[in-house]
C-alpha cells in the first residue's frame, strides 16, 4: 500500500486567499484525522471522520476552517480566508477499527500564509 | 488544558546513552498510551504503546514503563544511536464508544551525538 498520500506537499499563498489540502486514506481504513502542527502549540487534532462522518470538529479553530469527506477515499480541509497565523504543516492520518489504535500519518502539506 | 504533560522538550545524549523520556496524565478514563517517533519532514509513527493492565513494554531497544498510580509512564531507549535523533510524542486516549481521538504532549526532541 501507498500509505496516506497527501497534496500538495507545500503550499505558499496570500492572506485571504482559499486554500485547499488532500488526503488519501489508506485503503480499507475507516477512521480519518486531520492534524496541525506548529512549534508552539505541537500537534493539535482539528477533527476525525468515522465512515466518512465527522465525528468530533472541537479542535478546528474557527469558521474559516472546513473539512469533508465525501468518500472513504477522499477528504478536504479547507481554509478561507487564509491568515498567517495558520502557517504549519497540516497531517492527515488514517486508521481501522480494530486495528489497534495505531495511526498512520501522511508526510503533511506545509503551509505557508504570506 | 494540557492532558498530558510531557518532559523534558529537548534532550541530547551521547552514543550509547539511556534517554528516558517523561509523561504525566491526568484523566484516570485513559487506556491506551503510545510513544510515537517523528523525523524531521516526515509524519509521525508509532513507535511503541501500553494499556494499563501492564507496567512495563519493550519491543527491541525502546521500554515503556508505566505507573497508574502515579498517573505517569515513559520511553527509555537502550543504547541510543544518532539514528535516534528524532521528536518523540507521548499520547493517551480512551477508548469509549467510537472515541479515536488521541491526546498528545508537546514532544521531546532528541539528538544522540555521536
Known amino acids: 500500500d501507498a500509505g496516506v498520500i497527501q497534496s500538495p506537499r507545500h503550499e505558499v499563498t496570500e492572506m485571504g486567499q482559499e486554500v485547499t489540502l488532500r488526503c488519501k486514506p489508506i485503503?480499507?481504513?475507516?477512521?480519518l484525522f486531520w492534524y496541525r502542527q506548529t512549534m508552539m502549540r505541537g500537534l493539535e487534532l482539528l477533527i476525525y471522520?468515522?465512515?466518512?462522518?465527522?465525528?468530533?470538529d472541537s479542535g478546528m479553530p474557527e469558521d474559516r476552517f472546513s473539512a469533508k469527506m465525501p468518500n472513504a477515499s477522499f477528504s478536504t480541509l479547507k481554509i478561507q480566508p487564509s491568515e498567517p497565523r495558520d502557517s504549519a504543516v497540516y497531517f492527515c492520518?488514517?486508521?481501522?477499527?480494530?486495528?489497534?489504535?495505531?495511526?498512520?500519518f501522511g508526510p503533511g502539506t506545509r503551509l505557508t500564509v504570506l | 488544558q494540557q492532558q498530558v504533560k510531557q518532559s523534558p522538550q529537548s534532550l541530547i545524549v551521547q552514543k550509547g546513552g539511556i534517554p528516558i523520556i517523561n509523561c504525566a496524565y491526568e484523566?484516570?478514563?485513559?487506556?491506551?498510551f503510545p510513544w510515537y517517533q517523528q523525523f524531521p519532514g516526515k509524519g509521525p509513527a508509532l513507535l511503541i504503546a501500553?494499556?494499563?493492565d501492564v507496567s512495563e513494554k519493550k519491543e527491541g531497544r525502546f521500554t515503556i514503563s508505566f505507573n497508574k498510580s502515579a498517573k505517569q509512564f515513559s520511553l527509555h531507549i537502550m543504547d541510543s544511536q544518532p539514528g535516534d535523533s528524532a521528536t518523540y510524542f507521548c499520547?493517551?486516549?480512551?477508548?469509549?464508544?467510537?472515541?479515536?481521538?488521541?491526546?498528545w504532549g508537546l514532544g521531546t526532541s532528541l539528538a544522540v551525538n555521536p
Open positions: 492520518a488514517s486508521s481501522v477499527a480494530g486495528g489497534g489504535d495505531e495511526q498512520f
Open positions: 485503503s480499507g481504513h475507516d477512521y
Open positions: 471522520f468515522n465512515n466518512n462522518v465527522p465525528i468530533d
Open positions: 484523566n484516570t478514563a485513559f487506556d491506551y
Open positions: 501500553i494499556r494499563p
Open positions: 499520547a493517551a486516549s480512551t477508548r469509549a464508544g467510537n472515541n479515536r481521538k488521541l491526546i
